[in-house]
Protein backbone atom coordinates (compact mmCIF):
# COMPACT_ATOMS: atom_id res chain seq x y z
CA UNK A 1 0.00 0.00 0.00
CA UNK A 2 2.81 2.65 0.75
CA UNK A 3 4.36 1.46 -2.24
CA UNK A 4 1.50 2.28 -4.44
CA UNK A 5 0.80 5.74 -2.94
CA UNK A 6 4.97 6.37 -3.00
CA UNK A 7 4.81 5.49 -6.78
CA UNK A 8 1.62 7.55 -7.07
CA UNK A 9 3.75 10.71 -6.01
CA UNK A 10 6.79 10.11 -7.89
CA UNK A 11 4.31 9.92 -10.85
CA UNK A 12 2.86 13.41 -9.99
CA UNK A 13 6.09 14.80 -9.07
CA UNK A 14 7.62 13.60 -12.56
CA UNK A 15 4.26 14.97 -14.23
CA UNK A 16 4.28 17.91 -12.42
CA UNK A 17 7.77 19.27 -12.90
CA UNK A 18 6.55 19.26 -16.74
CA UNK A 19 3.83 21.40 -16.30
CA UNK A 20 2.69 25.15 -16.72
CA UNK A 21 2.06 27.17 -13.38
CA UNK A 22 -0.99 29.30 -13.70
CA UNK A 23 0.41 32.95 -14.11
CA UNK A 24 -1.93 35.19 -12.12
CA UNK A 25 0.16 38.52 -12.44
CA UNK A 26 2.86 39.47 -13.89
CA UNK A 27 4.48 40.68 -10.88
CA UNK A 28 3.66 36.74 -9.14
CA UNK A 29 4.13 34.81 -11.99
CA UNK A 30 4.53 31.26 -10.03
CA UNK A 31 1.24 32.37 -8.25
CA UNK A 32 -1.89 31.23 -8.34
CA UNK A 33 -4.29 28.35 -7.66
CA UNK A 34 -2.70 25.03 -6.06
CA UNK A 35 -2.19 22.42 -9.16
CA UNK A 36 -3.40 19.04 -7.66
CA UNK A 37 -4.88 17.29 -10.44
CA UNK A 38 -1.89 15.47 -10.58
CA UNK A 39 -2.77 13.73 -6.96
CA UNK A 40 -5.34 11.27 -6.48
CA UNK A 41 -6.85 12.33 -3.22
CA UNK A 42 -9.59 10.23 -3.19
CA UNK A 43 -7.73 7.00 -3.80
CA UNK A 44 -5.12 8.03 -2.04
CA UNK A 45 -6.65 8.03 1.71
CA UNK A 46 -9.08 5.97 0.69
CA UNK A 47 -6.78 3.12 0.61
CA UNK A 48 -4.57 4.51 3.28
CA UNK A 49 -6.58 6.84 5.82
CA UNK A 50 -4.83 9.58 7.98
CA UNK A 51 -4.97 8.94 11.60
CA UNK A 52 -7.55 11.25 13.89
CA UNK A 53 -5.56 13.86 15.37
CA UNK A 54 -3.84 14.39 11.92
CA UNK A 55 -7.57 14.79 10.81
CA UNK A 56 -8.37 17.13 13.77
CA UNK A 57 -5.43 19.69 12.93
CA UNK A 58 -6.67 19.56 9.26
CA UNK A 59 -10.46 20.45 10.36
CA UNK A 60 -9.13 23.32 11.78
CA UNK A 61 -6.25 24.08 8.96
CA UNK A 62 -9.22 23.85 6.80
CA UNK A 63 -11.16 26.55 8.82
CA UNK A 64 -9.04 28.84 8.94
CA UNK A 65 -7.61 28.89 5.47
CA UNK A 66 -11.37 29.55 4.26
CA UNK A 67 -11.41 32.40 6.73
CA UNK A 68 -8.87 34.84 4.53
CA UNK A 69 -11.14 36.38 2.92
CA UNK A 70 -12.73 37.27 6.66
CA UNK A 71 -9.10 38.55 7.60
CA UNK A 72 -8.68 40.50 4.09
CA UNK A 73 -12.05 41.89 5.09
CA UNK A 74 -10.67 43.56 7.94
CA UNK A 75 -7.31 44.60 6.24
CA UNK A 76 -9.27 46.61 3.72
CA UNK A 77 -10.90 48.76 5.86
CA UNK A 78 -7.53 50.25 7.09
CA UNK A 79 -4.95 52.21 5.57
CA UNK A 80 -3.10 49.35 4.43
CA UNK A 81 -6.08 49.83 1.05
CA UNK A 82 -3.90 52.86 -0.13
CA UNK A 83 -0.71 51.07 -0.84
CA UNK A 84 -1.12 49.38 -4.43
CA UNK A 85 2.07 47.15 -3.51
CA UNK A 86 -0.02 45.58 -0.36
CA UNK A 87 -3.31 45.55 -2.39
CA UNK A 88 -1.82 43.28 -5.12
CA UNK A 89 -0.30 40.81 -2.72
CA UNK A 90 -3.37 40.52 -1.13
CA UNK A 91 -5.47 39.91 -4.21
CA UNK A 92 -2.63 36.58 -4.69
CA UNK A 93 -2.82 35.78 -1.08
CA UNK A 94 -6.55 35.64 -0.94
CA UNK A 95 -6.68 33.50 -3.79
CA UNK A 96 -4.12 30.91 -2.93
CA UNK A 97 -5.29 30.92 0.43
CA UNK A 98 -9.01 29.88 -0.59
CA UNK A 99 -7.61 26.77 -2.70
CA UNK A 100 -5.98 25.91 0.41
CA UNK A 101 -8.73 25.46 1.83
CA UNK A 102 -10.06 23.62 -1.19
CA UNK A 103 -7.24 21.03 -1.33
CA UNK A 104 -7.59 20.76 2.83
CA UNK A 105 -11.51 20.17 1.94
CA UNK A 106 -10.85 17.40 -0.36
CA UNK A 107 -8.87 15.55 2.20
CA UNK A 108 -11.32 15.61 4.60
CA UNK A 109 -14.13 14.60 2.56
CA UNK A 110 -12.28 11.72 1.25
CA UNK A 111 -12.65 10.66 5.24
CA UNK A 112 -16.64 11.90 5.11
CA UNK A 113 -15.02 14.86 7.46
CA UNK A 114 -17.37 18.05 6.72
CA UNK A 115 -15.69 20.05 4.60
CA UNK A 116 -16.41 22.98 2.10
CA UNK A 117 -19.31 25.58 2.15
CA UNK A 118 -21.67 23.76 4.35
CA UNK A 119 -18.54 23.76 7.15
CA UNK A 120 -17.35 27.22 6.24
CA UNK A 121 -20.94 28.80 6.20
CA UNK A 122 -21.59 27.15 9.26
CA UNK A 123 -18.51 28.21 10.92
CA UNK A 124 -19.21 31.69 9.69
CA UNK A 125 -23.20 32.18 11.36
CA UNK A 126 -21.32 30.25 14.72
CA UNK A 127 -19.19 33.66 15.54
CA UNK A 128 -20.23 36.13 18.13
CA UNK A 129 -21.95 39.21 17.11
CA UNK A 130 -19.25 41.29 17.67
CA UNK A 131 -17.58 39.79 14.75
CA UNK A 132 -19.55 41.81 12.53
CA UNK A 133 -18.14 44.95 14.38
CA UNK A 134 -14.06 44.09 13.80
CA UNK A 135 -14.52 46.14 10.16
CA UNK A 136 -15.11 49.14 12.50
CA UNK A 137 -12.71 48.50 15.23
CA UNK A 138 -10.06 48.04 12.44
CA UNK A 139 -11.09 51.08 11.01
CA UNK A 140 -11.02 53.24 13.75
CA UNK A 141 -7.73 51.93 14.64
CA UNK A 142 -6.23 52.82 11.27
CA UNK A 143 -7.27 56.38 11.78
CA UNK A 144 -6.26 56.29 15.69
CA UNK A 145 -2.83 54.67 14.85
CA UNK A 146 -1.35 55.64 11.69
CA UNK A 147 1.41 52.82 11.56
CA UNK A 148 -1.27 49.74 12.22
CA UNK A 149 -0.28 48.73 8.36
CA UNK A 150 3.41 47.73 10.06
CA UNK A 151 1.59 45.75 12.99
CA UNK A 152 -0.75 43.99 10.24
CA UNK A 153 2.18 43.47 8.31
CA UNK A 154 4.53 41.80 11.04
CA UNK A 155 1.37 39.83 12.33
CA UNK A 156 0.84 38.30 9.04
CA UNK A 157 4.43 37.44 8.89
CA UNK A 158 4.03 35.63 11.96
CA UNK A 159 1.17 34.05 11.05
CA UNK A 160 2.42 32.93 7.50
CA UNK A 161 5.63 31.54 9.54
CA UNK A 162 3.52 29.66 12.00
CA UNK A 163 1.59 27.90 9.01
CA UNK A 164 4.04 27.24 7.29
CA UNK A 165 6.03 25.49 10.10
CA UNK A 166 2.82 23.77 11.32
CA UNK A 167 2.43 22.34 7.68
CA UNK A 168 5.57 20.86 7.87
CA UNK A 169 5.42 20.00 11.68
CA UNK A 170 2.07 18.20 10.47
CA UNK A 171 3.78 16.23 7.38
CA UNK A 172 6.44 14.65 10.17
CA UNK A 173 3.68 13.89 12.68
CA UNK A 174 1.25 12.46 9.65
CA UNK A 175 3.85 10.20 8.18
CA UNK A 176 1.89 9.83 4.98
CA UNK A 177 3.51 10.21 1.21
CA UNK A 178 0.28 12.14 -0.30
CA UNK A 179 -0.58 14.45 2.24
CA UNK A 180 3.08 15.40 2.76
CA UNK A 181 3.35 16.40 -0.97
CA UNK A 182 0.26 18.09 -0.66
CA UNK A 183 1.38 20.09 2.12
CA UNK A 184 5.21 20.82 0.37
CA UNK A 185 3.33 22.53 -2.50
CA UNK A 186 1.20 24.75 0.08
CA UNK A 187 4.09 24.89 1.82
CA UNK A 188 5.90 27.14 -1.24
CA UNK A 189 2.76 29.32 -1.43
CA UNK A 190 3.32 29.99 2.22
CA UNK A 191 6.93 30.53 1.98
CA UNK A 192 5.84 33.53 -0.85
CA UNK A 193 3.57 34.89 1.84
CA UNK A 194 6.44 35.30 4.47
CA UNK A 195 8.68 36.58 1.67
CA UNK A 196 5.84 39.87 1.35
CA UNK A 197 4.74 40.29 4.49
CA UNK A 198 8.45 39.80 6.19
CA UNK A 199 9.73 42.21 4.14
CA UNK A 200 7.04 44.37 3.92
CA UNK A 201 6.62 44.62 7.43
CA UNK A 202 10.64 45.16 8.05
CA UNK A 203 10.66 47.84 5.73
CA UNK A 204 8.06 50.07 7.71
CA UNK A 205 9.45 49.02 11.01
CA UNK A 206 12.94 50.92 9.87
CA UNK A 207 11.44 54.04 9.19
CA UNK A 208 9.42 54.39 11.90
CA UNK A 209 10.32 54.22 15.63
CA UNK A 210 6.61 54.53 16.30
CA UNK A 211 5.88 51.92 14.11
CA UNK A 212 8.19 49.78 16.42
CA UNK A 213 6.76 50.65 19.03
CA UNK A 214 3.40 49.89 18.11
CA UNK A 215 4.32 46.24 16.81
CA UNK A 216 5.95 45.41 19.59
CA UNK A 217 3.21 46.64 22.12
CA UNK A 218 0.44 44.84 19.52
CA UNK A 219 2.43 41.62 19.43
CA UNK A 220 3.45 40.84 23.56
CA UNK A 221 -0.46 42.28 24.46
CA UNK A 222 -2.94 40.79 21.90
CA UNK A 223 -0.65 38.00 19.33
CA UNK A 224 -2.10 34.98 19.41
CA UNK A 225 -2.28 31.81 16.99
CA UNK A 226 -4.07 32.29 13.34
CA UNK A 227 -7.48 30.65 14.35
CA UNK A 228 -7.76 31.82 17.73
CA UNK A 229 -11.26 33.43 18.01
CA UNK A 230 -12.31 31.81 15.33
CA UNK A 231 -12.33 28.18 15.81
CA UNK A 232 -12.90 27.05 19.73
CA UNK A 233 -9.69 27.96 21.76
CA UNK A 234 -9.73 24.01 22.58
CA UNK A 235 -9.25 23.14 18.92
CA UNK A 236 -6.28 25.76 18.85
CA UNK A 237 -4.95 24.58 22.29
CA UNK A 238 -5.01 20.82 20.58
CA UNK A 239 -3.20 21.98 17.46
CA UNK A 240 -0.55 24.15 19.61
CA UNK A 241 0.11 21.30 21.63
CA UNK A 242 -0.10 18.57 18.82
CA UNK A 243 2.36 20.01 16.56
CA UNK A 244 4.61 22.87 18.93
CA UNK A 245 4.34 20.44 22.16
CA UNK A 246 5.55 16.73 21.07
CA UNK A 247 8.83 16.11 19.64
CA UNK A 248 11.05 19.27 17.71
CA UNK A 249 7.93 21.77 18.27
CA UNK A 250 9.69 23.54 20.93
CA UNK A 251 12.96 24.10 18.36
CA UNK A 252 10.29 25.36 15.60
CA UNK A 253 8.52 27.27 17.57
CA UNK A 254 11.97 29.33 18.94
CA UNK A 255 12.88 29.42 15.22
CA UNK A 256 9.96 31.49 14.63
CA UNK A 257 10.70 33.71 17.56
CA UNK A 258 14.35 34.29 16.33
CA UNK A 259 13.17 35.31 13.16
CA UNK A 260 10.77 37.73 14.72
CA UNK A 261 13.49 38.80 16.87
CA UNK A 262 15.73 40.02 13.51
CA UNK A 263 13.03 42.46 12.79
CA UNK A 264 13.90 46.08 13.87
CA UNK A 265 12.27 46.80 17.58
CA UNK A 266 11.37 43.08 18.09
CA UNK A 267 14.35 41.69 19.70
CA UNK A 268 13.94 39.54 22.52
CA UNK A 269 10.09 38.45 21.87
CA UNK A 270 9.23 35.35 22.03
CA UNK A 271 5.47 35.60 21.19
CA UNK A 272 5.11 31.76 19.65
CA UNK A 273 7.33 30.15 22.92
CA UNK A 274 4.91 32.21 25.00
CA UNK A 275 1.84 31.13 23.22
CA UNK A 276 2.79 27.59 23.12
CA UNK A 277 2.95 27.48 26.95
CA UNK A 278 -0.27 29.39 27.62
CA UNK A 279 -1.82 26.76 25.30
CA UNK A 280 -0.68 23.70 27.70
CA UNK A 281 -2.96 25.13 30.76
CA UNK A 282 -5.85 25.50 28.32
CA UNK A 283 -8.53 22.72 29.03
CA UNK A 284 -8.55 19.92 26.93
CA UNK A 285 -11.81 19.55 25.21
CA UNK A 286 -12.47 15.92 26.44
CA UNK A 287 -12.48 17.36 29.79
CA UNK A 288 -14.80 20.14 28.99
CA UNK A 289 -17.38 17.40 27.19
CA UNK A 290 -17.02 15.14 30.74
CA UNK A 291 -17.76 18.16 32.79
CA UNK A 292 -20.17 19.73 31.06
CA UNK A 293 -21.76 16.26 29.81
CA UNK A 294 -22.65 17.82 26.57
CA UNK A 295 -21.55 17.98 23.29
CA UNK A 296 -19.18 20.74 21.84
CA UNK A 297 -19.67 23.00 18.86
CA UNK A 298 -16.73 21.80 17.39
CA UNK A 299 -18.42 17.86 17.97
CA UNK A 300 -21.17 19.26 15.54
CA UNK A 301 -20.68 17.79 11.74
FE1 LIG B 1 -2.48 28.82 3.32
FE1 LIG C 1 -0.30 31.91 3.59
Given at each position: MAEDIAGLIRAAVRDRRTAMALPVTSEHPAAGRLD????DIERGFGTSPLDEPVLRCLQYMHDVEHHTVCYLRDLLV?????DPEITEFLTVWNYEEHWHGVAIGRVLAAHGRPAGDRRVGELRDS??????LRPVGFALGSVAFPDLTAVSLVWGAINEWCTQAGYGQLARRAGHPLLGELLRRIMRQEGRHIAFYSTAGRTRLERSRAARRLTRFALQRLWRPVGHGVVPEHETAFLVRYLFGGPGGAEVAARIDRNVSRLPGLGGLAVVGTAVERYQRVPRAEAIRARSGRLLTSDLQ
Amino acid sequence: MAEDIAGLIRAAVRDRRTAMALPVTSEHPAAGRLDLTDLDIERGFGTSPLDEPVLRCLQYMHDVEHHTVCYLRDLLVTSAHRDPEITEFLTVWNYEEHWHGVAIGRVLAAHGRPAGDRRVGELRDSQPWTERLRPVGFALGSVAFPDLTAVSLVWGAINEWCTQAGYGQLARRAGHPLLGELLRRIMRQEGRHIAFYSTAGRTRLERSRAARRLTRFALQRLWRPVGHGVVPEHETAFLVRYLFGGPGGAEVAARIDRNVSRLPGLGGLAVVGTAVERYQRVPRAEAIRARSGRLLTSDLQ
